[in-house]
């Protein structure tokens, strides 16, 4: 769905399912398509700011409209905040957060083994390879991103939010044709990340207590 961001020509994503292709394509749905569109892939399409949005949702447990303008006229504009997740969908934030807490700073994670457990401040967050070009189940060696023609490199993302104790900001990164998301993108949202420390947006935070990653 549409943020509802204060400027023009905002498109809404795409979630497939199987009335959805049925309709656009006149074809069945089948697992494959579920397995695509769990990771973003095939026909799911969603904004960098659908993203963001909806990294801030996982973060706090609430959706937020984001604006441009703090005020129009004169008249400071009013934050819009929606609880819309069910006490079911909420006992699963913990646990996506742990996740994405250790893509950041477990060895090994996506982002940590690219610098973004070495910032100034704890983040969590999600790396993504979006695919541009189909590689063939039967390459048996597939070439490497840097390898490939510019248009056929895969999109880089990466998604955040900090600081992970008392999340204030997310993040979203995303480089068209930049190649593999914790080495392309994550390292800018790092950079964005302690910018905001190194000016004071976010304060130095406490040593993370250990009920965060266990409740």
Wanted: charged share 20%; aromatic share 10%.
């Amino acid at each position: 769905s549409k943020s509802g961001i204060d400027l023009p020509g905002e498109l809404s994503g795409t979630v497939p399912d199987a009335s959805w292709k049925m309709m656009k394509m006149k074809q069945k749905w089948f697992v494959g398509d579920s397995l695509n569109t769990v990771i973003g892939q095939g026909n799911f399409l969603a904004t960098p700011l659908q993203v963001a949005r909806y990294t801030a949702l996982i973060a706090s447990g609430k959706l937020t409209q984001p604006y441009v303008a703090l005020s129009v006229a004169g008249k400071t504009k009013q934050p819009i905040i929606q609880d819309v997740l069910t006490p079911r969908e909420k006992s699963f934030l913990p646990y996506i957060r742990k996740g994405m807490y250790d893509v950041c700073n477990s060895n090994g994670g996506t982002g940590c083994r690219y610098g973004l457990g070495n910032l100034l401040v704890k983040v969590a967050g999600k790396t993504g390879t979006a695919q541009v070009s189909a590689i063939g189940q039967h390459e048996k060696e597939r070439i490497k991103e840097y390898e490939m023609e510019y248009f056929k490199r895969s999109h880089a993302w990466f998604t955040g939010y900090g600081p992970f104790e008392e999340p204030r900001y997310a993040i979203t990164v995303m480089l068209e044709h930049g190649g593999h998301g914790g080495e392309a993108a994550g390292p800018i949202a790092g950079a964005i990340f302690n910018k905001l420390v190194e000016l004071k947006y976010i304060t130095r935070p406490q040593p993370l207590q250990q009920s965060l990653l266990t409740q």
